[in-house]
């Protein structure tokens, strides 16, 4: 292990490029990129050192990100210019850093001073007219009891605490995505709630209860810890030059909300979100002037 | 590029305008909702460090390489690294790249009736001027039909549409390419860093990438399909093969290959040989990918080429002559490649690393200049000097297995295949391993080779057995044998093509012999089924009319046949007999001599007198040493390619470059092995590898972390080797 001399809050955004990378794979993207800016980073204890670069949150596989948080632990102080120009040399594809702010080394750490991120994305699959009562049933229900599944372990949760605002919207990406692809499309914006005790909110999630509300099925959404082998079955004829689809394809084309054009707007520390406790309605947003 | 140039790495910028062919991409929601519905879309993504993106307006000729094979195994190939700098250095060129779809995302592909794309720019397939496939394994023909069906092209050359592009195939498999000659527009012999400039030229020459509108107004190309064909075909190691016709006897049997009417081209097609391996390194910025791949590290090739000779081994026949990197070079070159990569271990490869000269003080003074590396050294022999060398770069790492291939059980038949290895030196390694803190060894076999008798078949679990003795003196109880075994594939080029195969009752009755005796506790013994070795030895031995047969089998779904969770054998017999045909007629068959070979015109340098020569030194048990230090084998390599052999002053044989050619100046290359040398007074004899390698390695301060060997040689079978030119 190696001591932390400095630790540098980076504000970075997600693009396109990027999107399909799971948590595990970003994190391995940033090493190499410190290794190509010859960054002294520091390193964790253990059998396997790993770099110190803390994520506030893990960005799920699919999704967008446009000010997102992570903390960097150096093993030597550089200043403003020289981190940002190594950075600069080796940053990854898809990834854009917008701001970058020294931390005192002996902060709290960051994943425990978020409180809340912003997600925006449009569903494929219902209009905006249909989603509207369905976003409201969700903010007035006193709960909303799901399940969550990792690996054959299912805990049952509330998700109406985690869900702090919902709004429907009618905008251009939805409008153009309901031109290209033929079915109707309605933009959704969503605050969910970080919290230590009660977990944090997933946009999936919500978009699951929507669905359920409205009678319909979920595409599915790529997920991380999927490791499923779809076998073919032996016995499969493809028809000369026919390509006809197995049964499995064809249910995963069949008509359901999708989730497209995910893209997490914003990630919120306590300090620049002032929230109300657990039964719901946020807090109009004290938006703290940026240290940017 | 040279080493020198890449002080910095800085992926290529865009170019603004241009007056070429540009495309649109594929919409964007379209593919970002097939990728949503896959396992692992980030094979599909692009947006890798240092893949290259351009701007197709400003690009005269385009270039993508297909991989028939998950991203995963065909990343790793470093071909495909080479080929696409090679390509991609040129301003008005560029190459992108696309591999096989995984069956989710092709089904989700014609589902969507979305054309496969390109990762780099998300075109399709079609809007290539080139495709470039890779071949190094039979069982991904069929993913071939699949990229081709899905890119939107025609299957066969006949099928395919004026201006689809022209597929130009390459790789190990090509030195056979007529079981799947009807898909294939051309296909490169040898290695390609300099034959894809010349075939770019060429194309660009005649305005094959120029979009112009035909009669009817359908789209056409510069110069018509056919004519281009005909003038690539003058491009040395360039092989056309709807310019020739096959002839067969009445009972079925392949009796030649003619030119078709009017085609001006050569009757033997010889391989290419890159120039200047020695000193230039090709593939510095190579793609670093956002997914975990098979070779997840950055790859050096330090040789390629090998002249130890077994008999088996296909790539250490296609692959001559026998060439090294000169010291400084390599330094240089892993120097760069780390920098403009990031990544945290580079592998040193080549078919034989620890053959190569400079290997200790090559890995030394890289892991001195970059002490933040691991070294890795994947294809390793069996002795001690391979033992030393990864004990004394990984004196730190983990110690959980280490691999070696021995390949026969018995001494004898070790002889018949050219192994050169004995017993004792076995024992000696496992010795070494294993008090330097090993405490499993992997050791692979092969079953079903040539001559091999069941008395050689059970010296498959002696000598198991005898290492595993070694082990329990070192470890006691936690000392593991592993011992893997594989079905035996006679390979086109090799002395062996014209050996059959057993047939699988045969096989069956060998393993469960042998499994009788591999009982007890630190033993263990994997095989795998010997029907997809059956098949990959029909293709590999394959005519033209297997054709049919491939395409077929596709028709009933047969795709990723190398993965066993796809792979049927009844659907092949099926499609075999629906053609008239017999797997085991073309895999088991043992070719006489005097009988012309379907792949006869094809040649990678190596004669066919050589081999069959070899063949009956291989039949009376008679070994041949490794022409680096024994005697000439007069193989022909020298005058297929232009590479001189030379015999050093004192001893050594070596090749060197035609004193002709032109060399930067204190870059040439030429071994001077150290005075008193002790492989000089045995060269010739099977103790030339042994246990008296000069370099003393423990002394040396080498450090690395991970040199992760295990299970190494079989991942190297399934990336279709590493050093594919």
Redesign the interface.
Do not use: C, I, N, Y
């Given at each position: 292990m190696s001591e932390s001399k400095q630790r540098w809050r980076l504000v970075f955004a997600r693009d396109?490029?990027?999107?399909?990378?799971?948590h595990l794979?970003a994190v391995?993207?940033w090493?190499?990129?410190?290794?190509?800016g010859e960054i002294p980073v520091a390193t964790s204890e253990g059998f396997s050192p790993r770099p110190r670069l803390i994520f506030a949150a893990p960005l799920p596989?699919?999704m967008l990100a446009e000010h997102d948080l992570a903390d960097l632990f150096l093993a030597e102080r550089l200043t403003h210019p020289d981190l940002r120009s190594r950075l600069a040399?080796?940053m990854?594809?898809?990834y854009r850093l917008i701001d970058l702010h020294d931390e005192w080394v002996g902060g709290p750490a960051l994943a425990t001073r978020l409180v809340a991120a912003d997600y925006r994305l449009t569903l494929?699959g219902v209009s905006p007219d249909r989603l509207a009562p369905a976003a409201g049933a969700l903010l007035a229900a006193a709960s909303l009891p799901r399940e969550k599944r990792r690996e054959k372990r299912v805990t049952a949760y509330d998700l109406r605490p985690l869900l702090l605002d919902l709004q429907v919207r009618e905008d251009e990406v939805a409008a153009g995505?309901a031109d290209?692809?033929g079915v109707p499309a309605a933009g959704l914006w969503m605050r969910l709630r970080n919290s230590q005790e009660m977990g944090s909110g997933r946009a999936e999630e919500v978009v699951a209860a929507l669905a359920d509300e409205l009678g319909l099925a979920t595409?599915?959404?790529?997920r991380e810890e999927?490791?499923?082998?779809?076998?073919?079955p032996?016995d499969?004829?493809?028809?000369?030059?026919a390509?006809a689809?197995?049964p499995?394809?064809?249910d995963?084309?069949a008509p359901v909300v999708?989730?497209?054009?995910s893209v997490r707007e914003r990630l919120w520390l306590a300090e620049e979100l002032a929230l109300r406790d657990a039964e719901g309605r946020p807090a109009a947003p004290s938006r703290l002037p940026s240290r940017v | 590029m040279t080493a020198a140039l890449s002080d910095h790495p800085t992926p290529p910028t865009i170019a603004t305008t241009g007056s070429h062919h540009a495309p649109p991409p594929l919409p964007s929601l379209a593919v970002e909702r097939a990728l949503g519905r896959v396992r692992k879309p980030g094979r599909y993504a692009g947006g890798e460090w240092n893949s290259v993106r351009k701007d197709w307006a400003a690009v005269a000729l385009k270039w993508c390489f297909a991989y028939p094979d998950l991203y995963e195994i065909g990343m790793s190939n470093l071909g495909l690294r080479i080929l696409y700098e090679v390509i991609n250095d040129r301003p008005d060129r560029l190459a992108e790249r696309c591999f096989a779809p995984d069956v989710d995302l092709q089904d989700q592909l014609r589902a969507a009736r979305l054309p496969l794309w390109s990762l780099e720019t998300r075109r399709a397939l079609r809007d290539f001027d080139v495709l470039g496939v890779s071949l190094g394994y039979e069982l991904t023909y069929t993913n071939l039909l699949d990229m081709l069906d899905l890119g939107g092209l025609g299957l066969t050359t006949a099928e395919r549409a004026e201006a689809d592009p022209l597929v130009i195939a390459g790789g190990s498999s090509v030195l056979n390419p007529e079981p799947i000659s009807d898909f294939l527009d051309a296909v490169l012999l040898g290695e390609g860093e300099d034959a894809v400039l010349e075939i770019s030229d060429a194309l660009e020459r005649m305005g094959w990438h120029r979009r112009v509108r035909g009669p009817v107004g359908e789209w056409r190309r510069g110069v018509a399909r056919a004519a281009a064909l005909r003038e690539l075909a003058r491009i040395p190691g360039v092989y056309v093969p709807s310019l020739y016709r096959p002839r067969y006897d009445p009972d079925g049997t392949f009796e030649g290959l003619d030119p078709v009417t009017g085609a001006d081209v050569p009757a033997v097609v010889h391989g290419r040989v890159a120039a200047d391996f020695e000193t230039h390194v090709h593939g510095i910025r190579q793609i670093v990918p956002n997914i975990a791949i098979v070779f997840d590290r950055a790859q050096l090739e330090v040789m390629r080429g090998c002249t130890r000779g077994c008999r088996f081994c296909q790539a250490g026949m296609h692959y001559r002559p026998l060439r090294e990197r000169a010291p400084d070079v390599a330094v240089e070159a892993a120097q760069a490649i780390l920098k403009a990569t990031g990544y945290e271990e580079i592998g040193l490869t080549s078919l034989s690393t620890a053959d190569y000269t400079y290997v200790n003080e090559v890995a030394t003074t890289i892991h001195r200049l970059c002490p933040e590396a691991n070294i890795s050294l994947p294809s390793t022999r069996v002795d001690a000097f391979t033992v030393e060398l990864v004990d004394a770069i990984a004196p730190g790492g983990r110690r959980s297995g280490f691999t070696f291939a021995p390949e026969a059980g018995s001494q004898r038949l070790r002889d018949v295949i050219n192994k050169g290895v004995s017993d004792e030196e076995i024992a000696r390694c496992a010795e070494l391993a294993f008090s330097r803190g090993w405490s499993s060894l992997k050791l692979y076999f092969m079953i079903g080779l040539p001559g091999e008798t069941m008395e050689d078949v059970l010296a498959i679990s002696k000598i198991c057995r005898r290492v595993l003795e070694v082990g329990r003196r070192h470890h006691g109880g936690r000392a593991q044998v592993k011992a893997n075994i594989s079905t035996f594939v006679p390979k086109v080029s090799t002395p062996f093509m014209w050996s059959g195969q057993d047939s699988t009752v045969e096989i069956e009755a060998k393993v469960a012999a042998l499994r009788k005796t591999m009982h007890g506790q630190g033993l263990d013994l994997r095989w795998h089924s010997p029907f997809s070795s059956i098949l990959e030895a029909a293709l590999g031995r394959g005519d033209r009319r297997l054709n049919a047969v491939v395409r077929r089998a596709w028709r009933k779904g047969a795709r990723f046949d190398a993965w066993d969770e796809h792979f049927s054998y009844e659907r092949w017999l099926e499609a075999f007999e629906e053609e008239g045909l017999d797997p085991a007629w073309y895999a088991q068959r043992d070719i006489p001599f005097d009988q012309p070979l379907p792949w006869g015109h094809l040649s990678c340098g190596v004669t066919q007198e050589f081999l069959a020569r070899d063949w009956q030194r291989a039949l009376s048990g008679k070994i041949a040493a490794d022409c680096h230090w024994g005697p000439c084998y007069n193989c022909g390599v020298p005058v297929a390619t232009g590479f001189e052999c030379q015999t050093g002053e004192d001893g050594p044989r070596q090749l060197l470059r035609q004193p002709e050619d032109v060399e930067p100046s204190g870059r040439r290359w030429r071994y001077v092995g150290p005075p008193g040398d002790p492989r000089r007074q045995v060269a010739g004899s099977r103790e030339v590898a042994a246990h008296s390698w000069p370099y003393d390695l423990m002394g040396t301060d080498v450090q690395s972390k991970n040199a992760g060997l295990s299970g190494l040689a079989s991942l190297v079978d399934a990336a279709g080797g590493e050093s594919t030119g």
């Open positions: 396109d490029e990027a999107r399909f990378l799971s794979d391995h993207l090493e190499r990129a410190f290794r190509r596989l699919g040399d080796g990854p594809r898809g494929l995505a290209g692809v595409a599915a959404a790529v999927e490791t499923p082998q779809t076998e073919t032996k499969e004829r493809r028809p000369a030059e390509r689809l197995t499995e394809a064809q995963a084309v999708e989730m497209v054009r | -």
